[in-house]
Nanobody, 114 residues
Framework: QVQFVESGGGLVQPGESLTLSCQAS????????LAWYRQAPGNQLERVAV???????NYADSVKGRFTISREDAKNTVYLQMNSLEPNATAVYYC????????WGQGTQVTVSS
């Protein structure tokens, strides 16, 4: 079973950008859809963005136009480019298949604060 390790989080100021990476332990080319999720303190897990192996993407309304998801199957990696970050983006970010089908990783903390 493929497992995912997220990285790239950090503390940024509002309006800044971050790129998250998700390294899979095995091949992802046969996983139809991969997604980034996030969980803010006190909130439920939220799906942020989805990318299929055909390149089709879908985003939560709250991030549309500012976040970009991509996948590089040759490197077994999924990315999330986040621009114009707002404080409400503060959360732990995870990647998984869509729907989620494997154990959750540790995630990567993103904090947006001035």
């Amino acid at each position: 079973q493929v497992q995912f390790v997220e990285s790239g989080g950090g503390l940024v100021q509002p309006g800044e950008s971050l790129t998250l990476s998700c390294q899979a332990s095995g091949n992802i080319f046969n996983i139809y859809a991969l997604a980034w999720y996030r969980q803010a303190p006190g909130n439920q897990l939220e799906r942020v963005a989805v990318v299929t192996n055909g390149g089709t993407t879908n985003y939560a309304d709250s991030v549309k136009g500012r976040f970009t998801i991509s996948r590089e199957d040759a490197k077994n990696t999924v990315y999330l480019q986040m621009n114009s970050l707002e404080p409400n983006a503060t959360a732990v970010y995870y990647c998984n298949s869509n729907p989620a089908a494997t154990a959750w990783g540790q995630g990567t903390q993103v904090t947006v604060s001035s």
